[in-house]
């Protein structure tokens, strides 16, 4: 029997199934996607305006967003994940500003940001309040809030807290990653978003055209049989704007 795979998050081992990295590349062409669709929706030009993006992990994300036309800042609780990123970004869009703070303390200046983008955060903070504060708080007025998260749905259960976290043969998250209590339902979100002066204006989901290619790429993936990289095209991911969201949701908010 082949030995099961070491999971860790924002690990430089090659060897190591980091879930955290798996969802930003099987995730990233939807995110931008929407990102681009937000824009044109709300008049903004990525040209001369400034994003934030707020669990910003290897730096996949932030790269994007700077190849739209962004002035970036990407910020990441991980010290490792964002050494990790900056060299990456290096190579192709130097000018990204990467920094290690939690989301709940950014140390970033009042209305500085035109855009936030929050990554791999609502979903795994216990304090999703003083999250959504201070992203109000590095808003400018009308600034856009974009985030990705996760519904709690029986559904989204059984996929994030037991087959990602707890069912060898698709585990690729570290226990604890997830919570029924972190995931939070859309209604719950935007009364949190309305609570810090974030008027919510977008709900989207987005899927895999298949789900028995998310399961057939994630088990791949625990052999060692596909890299991260060659996840996305197995998975295609794609957004559903017309659907109700049962796993992963999309949205957006402006600050009033």
Not at 59 to 69: E, F, N, T
Request: net charge positive; proline share 7%.
């Amino acid at each position: 029997m082949a030995a099961a795979p070491h999971i860790e998050l924002d690990s430089r081992s090659p060897e190591a199934v980091d879930g955290r990295q798996i969802r930003a590349v099987t995730f990233q062409d939807s995110r931008l996607e929407y990102v681009r669709t937000t824009l044109k929706s709300v008049d903004l030009s990525a040209s001369g305006s400034r994003a934030v993006v707020v669990g910003s992990g290897r730096g996949l994300l932030p790269r994007g967003l700077a190849g739209l036309g962004f002035d970036v800042v990407a910020v990441d609780p991980s010290a490792t994940a964002t050494e990790m990123a900056r060299e990456a970004g290096e190579r192709e869009h130097p000018g990204i500003d990467y920094r290690t703070a939690p989301a709940e303390r950014l140390g970033l200046a009042d209305g500085a940001f035109d855009l936030a983008y929050y990554a791999d955060t609502f979903e795994i903070t216990p304090d999703l309040d003083r999250v959504l504060a201070e992203a109000a708080r590095v808003l400018r007025p009308g600034g856009v809030l974009i985030y990705d998260t996760v519904n709690r749905t029986l559904l989204s259960r059984l996929i994030y807290l037991g087959a990602f976290q707890r069912v060898p043969m698709t585990r690729i998250m570290p226990a604890g990653r997830y919570a029924a209590a972190r995931l939070r339902t859309p209604a719950e979100l935007t009364a949190a978003l309305e609570r810090q002066g974030l008027r919510n204006e977008d709900i989207c989901d987005f899927k895999p055209k298949d789900p028995r290619s998310l399961v057939k790429a994630t088990m791949a993936r625990r052999r060692g049989r596909i890299t991260d990289e060659q996840i996305p095209p197995i998975v295609d991911f794609v957004l559903a704007p017309d659907a109700r969201p049962l796993v992963t949701y999309l949205g957006y908010a402006r600050k009033g």
